[in-house]
């Protein structure tokens, strides 16, 4: 699974706020 810390997806707005939202 990508890095959602260092590859933060606009279509995910959970990783601004830090959650790891790895499941859409």
Do not use: H, I, N, Q
């Not at 890095?3 to 995910?12: G, I, L």
């Amino acid at each position: 699974m990508p890095d959602y810390e260092s590859t933060p997806t606009p279509s995910v707005p959970e990783l601004e706020s830090g959650a790891p939202a790895a499941r859409e």
